[in-house]
């Protein structure tokens, strides 16, 4: 499968009078309002794909944390993102919520607008607001929610690849996580897994999933000379922004679309759509950005 003919990142302003580059937009910007969403796009290479099948292309979007800090116009601007991508699907990774249940509507009224199929799983601020009416507010979009469970996917599939399963971790920062009960009567072959909290990978790196989607950091959000990155590693994560491997898994972070409490993103955290390519291959598992003139080699 090709990669993504885009510059990333693709700025998506549809939905906003402010131009690019212009004050108005960097007033916004400066205030955390932009409605503005990078497209990443992203080529994985992995030994565990099964040799000889076609590729997937997944879209990737994550604690979108509904409610006044977040402008609705970017979670516009992000699901249009979704539905130009060309993803066979996408995956949802959490914390749909900031600290409050009443923006619920919007939520749903934002994600009906997608094209493709849609997973999810639920994150801390979920459960901390109401787990059940988050879920209702998904489903209500026409979004599969997937806590401790797994779904085969085959809409699109070409017979090369033929199904995928799609496992999806509950979260486990406020501890509803049941590993061996998400897996439990997963098929065996190509695997994607959905965690709001990428650590919890460890638990399962022996089961040769090719990828984890996760999110919950925001990338750090406001990353100023590594301050956040170092404040973040002694609370006790190992994973914060973009790319890791651990063993044969490749786990990818991304820094989110929403703010719960601070609006503000610097450069290297601002509000993304991952859209990643899983192929296989003989050779060592390896990422590339795809950005339509120069492929970089992620890890070594």
Avoid at 64 to 76: D, N
Avoid at 113 to 141: M, Y
Wanted: glycine residues 12%; contains cysteine.
């Amino acid at each position: 499968m090709g990669g993504l003919k885009t510059d990333p990142p693709v700025e998506w302003g549809g939905h906003s009078p402010v131009r690019r580059g212009g004050p108005g937009r960097w007033f916004q910007a400066a205030l955390g309002r932009s409605p503005h969403v990078d497209v990443r796009a992203y080529r994985l290479r992995t030994p565990v794909w099964p040799a000889g099948a076609p590729g997937l292309r997944i879209a990737h979007v994550t604690d979108l944390h509904v409610g006044r800090v977040t402008p609705e116009a970017r979670l516009e601007a992000a699901v249009e993102a979704v539905n130009e991508s060309g993803a066979a699907l996408v995956a949802l990774t959490g914390d749909y919520v900031a600290h409050s249940l009443r923006y619920l509507p919007r939520l749903t009224h934002a994600l009906k607008a997608l094209k493709i199929p849609a997973f999810a799983t639920l994150g801390n601020h979920d459960h901390w607001h109401g787990a059940d009416a988050v879920t209702r507010a998904l489903e209500r979009a026409g979004v599969e929610v997937l806590c401790n469970t797994n779904r085969v996917f085959t809409a699109g599939l070409g017979a090369g690849l033929g199904a995928v399963s799609i496992v999806g971790i509950d979260d486990a920062v406020t501890g509803h996580h049941d590993i061996e009960r998400a897996f439990a009567g997963a098929q065996a072959g190509p695997t994607v897994v959905l965690s709001h909290l990428a650590e919890i990978t460890s638990r399962f790196q022996d089961r040769g999933v090719p990828l984890v989607l996760s999110g919950h950091t925001h990338g750090g959000q406001i990353r100023t000379a590594g301050v956040m990155e170092r404040v973040m590693r002694r609370m006790g994560h190992q994973y914060i922004l973009g790319w890791y491997t651990l063993d044969s898994t490749a786990i990818y972070v991304n820094p989110g679309i929403g703010a719960a409490v601070i609006p503000w993103r610097t450069r290297h955290a601002h509000a993304e759509v991952a859209v990643i390519d899983i192929e296989a291959s003989a050779a060592p598992l390896d990422v590339e950005i795809v950005d339509g003139r120069t492929l970089f080699s992620q890890f070594a």
